[in-house]
């Protein structure tokens, strides 16, 4: 099984450009998020989705925008690229169970903005 | 603000020895998670505890949950150098939205052989 699969892997855009971070998995899980990674902040929440049609935002969403048209795709627009979007990117997808979620990671996408 | 916090923030330690790492809230967790994550990969999941006093054991790694389910501990015995990477803790909130993951900033974990 691919798990969850992001593209692409790095990007360099310069400031005020447009792109979309590709998101994939293959193990039918309604639940999928994006979460950004910078030094010594953790990882925190962009945008997550309970489902097709279904999305919301997490602690940092503005600069980014969210779809979900099929279970399987979750993809992140940047509309208009900022130097304070760099970092490395990670989707995520998951399934309940009593008392939480399991969560499975991509392997990220390094964006630098110039 | 924070709402998991972790410490030590790095810890660098030679082979063999033992270490634990600590993730603190006084927000109360439904479970607790605990991820590896290596350079240029995503996190990946080694442990879920859920029950409040809850203690679960992987191979060299021990975790618990605590009493009051505000924090957790990672034990690992006999550090080896395949054991670096960086900690990360991470749970919903009890009465978070469908069970949405805070995750703490990571302990940067380095065993030298």
Avoid at chain 2, 74 to 82: F, V, Y
Wanted: some cysteine; proline content about 5%.
């Amino acid at each position: 099984n691919a798990g969850v699969t992001q593209t692409p892997k790095f990007q360099v855009l310069k400031t005020g450009q447009s792109m979309t971070l590709q998101c994939a998995q293959d193990m039918n899980h309604e639940y999928m998020s994006w979460y950004r990674q910078d030094p010594g902040m953790g990882l925190r929440l962009i945008h997550y989705s309970v489902g097709a049609g279904i999305t919301d935002q997490g602690e940092v969403p503005n600069g980014y925008n969210v779809s979900r048209s099929t279970t399987e795709d979750f993809p992140l627009r940047l509309l208009s690229a900022a130097p304070s979007q760099t970092s490395v990117y990670f989707c995520a997808s998951s399934y309940s169970f009593v008392g939480g979620r399991s969560y499975t990671f991509g392997s990220g996408t390094r964006l630098t903005v110039v | 603000t924070q709402l998991l916090e972790q410490s030590p923030q790095f810890l660098s330690i030679q082979e063999g020895e033992n270490l634990t790492v600590y993730c603190n809230s006084s927000s109360v967790f439904s479970s607790l998670q605990w991820y590896r994550q290596e350079p240029g990969e995503g996190p990946v999941l080694l442990v879920t505890v859920v029950t409040g006093g809850e203690v679960k054991k992987l191979k060299r790694l021990t975790f618990q949950f605590g009493d009051a389910r505000k924090d957790s501990s990672l034990h690992i015995t006999a550090a080896q150098p395949g054991d670096t990477g960086l900690y990360l803790c991470a749970g919903p909130p009890v009465g978070s939205t469908l069970g949405r993951l805070y995750f703490g900033r990571g302990t940067q974990l380095t065993v030298w052989p």
